[in-house]
């Protein structure tokens, strides 16, 4: 149980600029695997570049990032990531991302796809890329809708499908971007139900942004809260979100806890 | 002379403008899609090839390019005949615009399936034949299928270069008979004769290819 020391996520003195815009700012941050972190802060604080540049959908400026004790970047490494595709597709292969507006592939069927990426990317046969699909299925309740199309699911059922296809490549990082702000009222809890049935799972690392302070609450080992590209506080829920020693913190939470002391 | 004199030989051109029709449609298509998908996708080098070879045919005419092909051909190398000239300019031509389509709807796939496509760990040829071109492609087949028409009209042009297609064939009568207007008429039905088949050919392809992946859109 030492391996559990080592961070199966580690950002080193990262900056991430946009143009002249600094994103991330000499940001460090470290996950421990098996980890469940959620990601707070205000828009704009750089929570979603964070969960972006570990998917390798943005690159970085300066720093080290490491995952599963493999840097980002290879020594020599060409294009703008200083990977190739080889070292890319290794990284990629532990990591799995879940984005708030589903993406699902319009022209597949659900089944379709939660299999194409075990048959094409891993080279699983048909028959067990469906069985696979058909447990996850199961798991988030959509098993009847293995042949429906994305078009014909709400949005609480395709991020469920989502979330399928996700754990379909059996990653050991899952990154949600704000998997429910794009949902009607009524729909957040089916799909807040699913990753909650996720964080039991000991070794699979979560980090997760939301806007859902509760939910955060419940499912989070370690709450982080962003503001202007750093983490200003860090800590366990029960610590920063009910008794937050910054000053920034405690005016993000402040409608949350007024809530909370009003006992709605 | 008489329209039942008139047929015949303007059915045998309409024969020869088919079958140009055909087969510079089919190799145009071959051409639109490996430069549309090499300038969409491709590495710098091959990107700059498919450039070149789009703006070049884009930015002359036709019937420069036919006469080029024509006379310039032979000093290069043995002579091909007036038909495959013929199919070639026609070819490289729609090939060229049909290129621009492609990459058109290549790149108007949105940026999310790309990122959810890398998330899954697709390499980056498996984004293209998995999930970009099976979204893309219903989208080309309407702007293609105009393209396809517009060729077969473009093909009246290969008779200044000796081939006895339609239009050839409505000048020679013409020489001979003077009968201008009932020969006129007559090409212009079967021309667009050939349009109508060309258009529920094209619209039948389109259908197919919608029914191949997704469900029925509404
Ligand atoms: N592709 C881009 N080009 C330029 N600026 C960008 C780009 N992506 C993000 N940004 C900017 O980077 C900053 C951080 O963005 P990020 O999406 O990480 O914020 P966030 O914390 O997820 O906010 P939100 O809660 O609104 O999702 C924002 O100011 C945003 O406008
Ligand atoms: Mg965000």
Redesign the pocket.
């Known amino acids: 149980m030492t391996d559990t020391q080592d961070p199966i996520i580690k950002f080193s003195d990262v900056t991430?600029r946009?143009?002249d815009?600094v994103?991330?700012d000499h940001f460090d941050f470290e996950v421990n695997l098996g980890e469940k972190v959620a990601?707070i802060?205000?828009?704009?604080?750089?929570?979603?570049?964070?969960?972006?540049i570990l998917m390798t959908l943005?690159t970085i400026q300066e720093g080290q990032i490491e995952l599963d004790g493999i840097p980002y970047r290879e020594p020599g490494g060409h294009g703008p990531f200083h990977a190739s595709a080889k070292h890319l597709h290794n990284i990629r292969s532990r990591v799995g991302m879940v984005f708030?507006g589903f993406n699902l592939f319009p022209h597949m069927s659900v089944l379709r796809n939660i299999t194409e990426a075990p048959v094409v990317v891993l080279g699983l046969s048909k028959r067990e890329a469906k069985e696979r699909a058909m447990q996850l299925l199961e798991m988030v309740g959509l098993a009847d809708k293995a042949d429906a199309f994305p078009t014909q699911l709400s949005g609480g059922q395709k991020q469920r499908v989502a979330i399928a296809r996700a754990l379909a490549m059996r990653p050991r990082v899952m990154l949600f971007?704000?998997p429910t702000?794009a949902l009607d009222p009524e729909l957040v809890g089916e799909v807040q139900e699913v990753i909650r049935g996720l964080a039991h799972e000991h070794d699979l690392t979560m980090l997760l942004?939301t806007?859902e302070m509760r939910f955060a609450r419940e499912i989070a080992d370690r709450v982080c809260f962003?503001d202007k590209?750093r983490i200003v506080e860090q800590g366990p829920p029960a610590e920063v979100m009910v008794n937050p020693q910054e000053e920034r913190t405690q005016n993000f939470l402040a409608p949350y806890l007024a809530d909370r002391q009003a006992g709605v | 002379m008489t329209g039942t004199a008139l047929l015949p030989p303007l059915l045998a051109g309409a024969k020869i403008t088919a079958e140009l029709t055909i087969a510079s449609t089919f190799i145009g298509a071959v051409l639109a899609f490996a430069a549309g998908i090499a300038r969409g996708t491709g590495g710098r080098l091959i990107r700059l090839i498919a450039a070149v070879y789009i703006e070049i045919f884009r930015g002359t005419s036709l019937l420069v390019q036919l006469f080029w092909l024509y006379y310039a051909l032979p000093l290069l190398g043995p002579s091909i005949g007036p038909f495959t000239t013929g199919v070639l300019a026609l070819s490289l031509n729609i090939g060229a615009y049909g290129a621009e389509v492609v990459r058109g709807s290549i790149l108007a796939v949105a940026r999310a399936q790309h990122e959810a496509a890398i998330a899954l760990n697709f390499s980056r040829r498996q984004r293209l034949w998995h999930i970009v071109l099976p979204q893309a492609l219903p989208e080309m087949m309407p702007p293609l299928g105009n393209l396809a028409v517009q060729n077969l009209k473009d093909t009246s042009l290969v008779s200044m270069i000796t081939i006895a297609d339609l239009t050839f064939h409505a000048q020679n009568l013409r020489n001979l008979t003077l009968d201008t207007v009932p020969i006129y008429s007559l090409t212009l039905l079967l021309y667009f004769a050939m349009a109508l088949i060309l258009m529920a050919c094209m619209r039948g392809l389109e259908r197919w290819v919608r029914i191949g992946g997704s469900p029925a859109r509404s």
């Open positions: 991430k946009f143009g815009l994103v991330l990601l802060g205000p828009s704009g604080s750089g929570k979603s570049t964070v969960l972006r943005e708030q971007d704000e702000s942004v806007h962003f590209g």
